[in-house]
């Protein structure tokens, strides 16, 4: 399947692109340099030179707002023109310049526009919850280069059964693997309930909430935006008793195609109804959130996604999914894309479009 190319992807967090730094990503196969200019605002261009196609990520940044290459030593602007020749008469050939991306800093997030039409920022969804200004607890804004294709890792958050077998012990249990699912669907906006009432809590819903291994009603509404931004509003409360009286978080997720077998995966949690058990242990609590849902993406997610990428990609024989309830999430999400990107093809195609 082609990359959907004109979408807002996430490119990085704020805190990850520090001024005078040059970081090179490569998104959708296309190696990109970001860096700040003087003004603090971000910029990305193509990460090969003009000229003969150095990587401008080994340069430096020179006069605030200029990358330098780093073997000849011309010089690009965060548009991609070449701004400075330091050879001969100076003289900068019209072809010399850079493709540049549009970028968009929101929700602590510099989001990336890939395709060549125009970027609208009020595209971007509503990610407020990370505002650095929110008011709101938010843990470690952490990321992961996974070895696993965007769509295997959609495939995963939207079908959230699979935290019964495989974070066993952290987000579910061998109570949690029946749930109540729906789905719903707004737009291109995807809804994925799930829901099981009366179970023990989960190892890191225990430690969130009562930390006494007691039963509670436990729910994970999952909510997917094109191309891959996820919210799971997920948490405990006592059996029957309203969400409201209970605690949990939203889990932040937004997958980037680096290529079409690796991903980078950016998530964070956002505390809701955060129980207060005092210091240091609020502190240590917040901490091994961090610490816990990396592990389980890291280890345990990454862990079976990339071993069943292997089989579907080393299968010697014509592979088709054999579907179940479970993968509403899956199938209304790929369907969406699946139209999106056909459409996008299309008018490429017909020359309407200006897709790259
Ligand atoms: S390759 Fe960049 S200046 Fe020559
Ligand atoms: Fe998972």
């Known amino acids: 399947m082609s990359f959907l190319r004109n979408t807002w992807y996430v490119a990085l967090w704020s805190q990850d692109l520090e001024a005078g730094k040059l970081v090179s990503r490569t998104f959708l196969n296309e190696p990109i ?3 700040r200019r003087e003004d603090g605002s971000p910029a990305a261009i193509a990460d090969a030179c003009a000229h003969r196609f150095a990587p401008l990520s080994m340069g430096k940044i020179v006069h605030g707002d200029r990358v330098r290459c780093p073997y000849h030593a011309l010089e690009f602007d965060g548009s991609g023109a070449c701004v ?3 050879h001969g008469n100076g003289r900068i050939p019209p072809a010399m310049k850079v493709r540049s991306y549009p970028l968009h800093e929101k929700h602590s997030l510099i989001w990336i526009w890939m395709g060549d039409k125009e970027a609208d920022p009020a595209l971007i969804p509503d990610f407020r919850l990370l505002d650095p200004d929110s008011g709101r607890l938010v843990s470690k804004r952490d990321w992961i280069l996974m070895e696993a294709s965007w769509e295997l890792i959609t495939d995963n ?13 952290i987000l579910g249990s061998e109570h949690t693997i029946k749930a109540n699912l729906t789905i719903e669907q707004k ?9 099981v009432p009366n179970v023990p809590a989960p190892g890191l819903y225990d430690l969130l909430y009562k930390r006494d291994g007691g039963q509670v009603d436990l729910w994970a509404d999952m909510r ?9 509003d997920t948490g405990v409360t006592e059996p029957g008793a309203p969400r409201a009286e209970g605690t949990g978080f939203f889990g932040m997720h937004f997958l980037t195609p680096e290529t079409e077998k690796t991903t980078y995966y950016l998530f964070a949690a956002v505390r809701q109804n955060p129980r207060s058990w005092g210091e240091p242990l609020d502190t240590e609590i917040q901490r091994q959130v961090s610490d816990l849902r990396r592990i389980a993406f890291q280890e345990q997610d990454q862990g079976i996604i990339r071993a069943q990428q292997n089989v579907m990609h080393t299968a010697p024989y014509p592979l088709k999914y054999c579907l179940l309830e479970i993968d509403v ?11 999106l990107v056909r459409q996008e ?3 490429l195609q017909a020359g309407t479009g200006r897709a790259a």
Request: aromatic share 8%.
């Open 157 to 169: 958050l939207l079908d959230l059964s699979h935290t019964a077998v495989v974070h066993e012990g």
């Open 33 to 35: 340099v970001m860096f």
């Open 345 to 347: 093809q299309e008018e």
């Open 224 to 232: 997917w935006d094109v191309p891959g931004c996820m919210i799971n």
């Open 329 to 339: 999430g899956p199938v209304r999400y790929k369907r969406i894309m699946d139209g």
């Open 187 to 195: 737009g291109t906006t995807v809804f994925v309930g799930r829901s």
């Open 84 to 86: 400075h020749n330091p």
